[in-house]
């Protein structure tokens, strides 16, 4: 599987984004897909998790009600809407899949990722 994350960019506190991911090179819907970020300095975090029907999205506490992941099974991309973004949400962001049956808490079920996409939110 091929993942290529794009759509970052500037943006001021308060602001909205939107990621996405395009993929190929297997049937989509035999993976879900998870979306991670990377800060200066600090560890890989999880953000969320979409299934590979988009019926069941998990996401980090951090993100919850603010972000909102979907995908579009026709498009073979999933997207990452980030709203009311904050200072802290800057880091480089990376899409992932994971095999159907896989358990997404676990960061070793995701086996493909793509090179990330750098957001910087300003204060």
Sequence with gaps: VQLQASGGGLVQAGDSLSLSCATSGR????????????A??????????VSWSGGI??????VKGRFTI?????????YLQMNSLKP???????????????DYRQNT??????????VTVSS
Excluded: M
């Excluded at 999205?57 to 951090?62: K, L, Q, W």
């Design 88 to 102: 802290e949400d800057t880091a480089v962001y990376y899409c992932a899949s994971r095999p159907r049956n896989t």
């Design 109 to 118: 079920s995701y086996n493909y990722w793509g090179q990330g996409t750098l």
């Design 57 to 62: 999205i998990n996401y980090a506490d951090s």
């Design 40 to 49: 200066p300095g600090k560890e890989r975090e999880f953000v969320g998790d």
């Design 70 to 78: 979907s995908r579009d099974n026709a498009k073979n991309t999933v």
């Design 27 to 38: 049937r989509f819907t035999s993976y879900a897909v998870g979306w991670f970020r990377q």
